[in-house]
């Protein structure tokens, strides 16, 4: 168990519809990421906060969108869903936002399948 | 673009095989590198990683040495086994830019019995 919980851990939903994904990082971390897995597009990053600020922006879409609370939980916000939106999306978080130094905990997932 | 390049899998070995598996990568910086595995319906988890250039990662038996001159970081194992079956990704962070890791596509491991 590596501390970071996410939830739900499946979804299934309509395209055009609208989902949030939400992150609770392990105790004492800072810095969340969003990862998103794909069989075609493989592990890409989205997304990064570090202490309720965005850090870091990947292959992130505009339909999407992110936020880090002041409990520091986070939330993906996922609208106008397409089929290929279809997705296991990942959350990790660190003590830091210097990733390269500092270990990333992922948690398990959620599996979000557009249909 | 910084990018990784694994081997394609699924690599499918006998219990107490010889494991290697490839990485290259390409990085305009200093990067650091990371092998990590995912277990079945698992998320991933840091199985080692290396900073520096000449740095050897180990764990669990696994080890890496970060290559500067073939800018490579291949996984290697003495001797599997079953509960090593799982998908293995490479990956590399930007010491510089920060922070986002840029995964590999993963190497399915199967190993039987």
């Known amino acids: 168990d590596s501390g970071v919980t996410q939830t739900p851990k499946h979804l299934i939903t309509a395209t055009g519809q609208r989902v949030t994904l939400r992150c609770s990082p392990r105790?004492?971390?800072?810095?969340v990421y969003w990862y998103q897995q794909s069989l075609d597009q493989g592990l890409q990053f989205l997304i990064q906060?570090?202490?309720?600020?965005?850090?870091a922006k990947g292959n992130i879409l505009e339909r999407f969108s992110a936020q880090q609370f002041p409990d520091l939980h986070s939330e993906l916000n996922l609208s106008s869903l397409e089929l290929g939106d279809s997705a296991l999306y990942f959350c990790?978080?660190?003590?830091?936002?210097?990733?390269?130094?500092?270990?990333?905990?992922f948690g398990p997932g959620t599996r979000l399948t557009v249909t | 673009g910084d990018s990784v390049t694994q081997m394609e899998g699924p690599v499918t070995l006998s219990e107490e095989a010889f494991l290697t598996i490839n990485c290259t990568y390409t990085a305009t910086g200093y990067p650091s590198l990371f092998w990590y595995v995912q277990y079945p319906g698992e998320g991933l988890q840091l199985l080692l990683k290396?900073?520096?250039?000449?740095d050897k990662g180990s764990n669990k038996g696994f080890e890496a040495t970060y290559r500067k001159e073939t800018t490579s970081f291949h996984l290697e194992k003495g001797s599997v086994q079953v509960s090593d079956s799982a998908v293995y990704f490479c990956?590399?962070?930007?010491?510089?830019?920060?922070?986002?890791?840029?995964f590999g596509k993963g190497t399915t491991l199967s190993v039987s019995s």
């Open positions: 290396a900073t520096k250039a000449d």
């Open positions: 105790s004492g971390d800072l810095s």
């Open positions: 990790a978080s660190s003590t830091s936002p210097a990733g390269a130094f500092y270990e990333q905990y």
């Open positions: 906060y570090y202490n309720g600020e965005e850090r």
């Open positions: 990956a590399l962070s930007d010491n510089q830019a920060g922070t986002a890791l840029i």
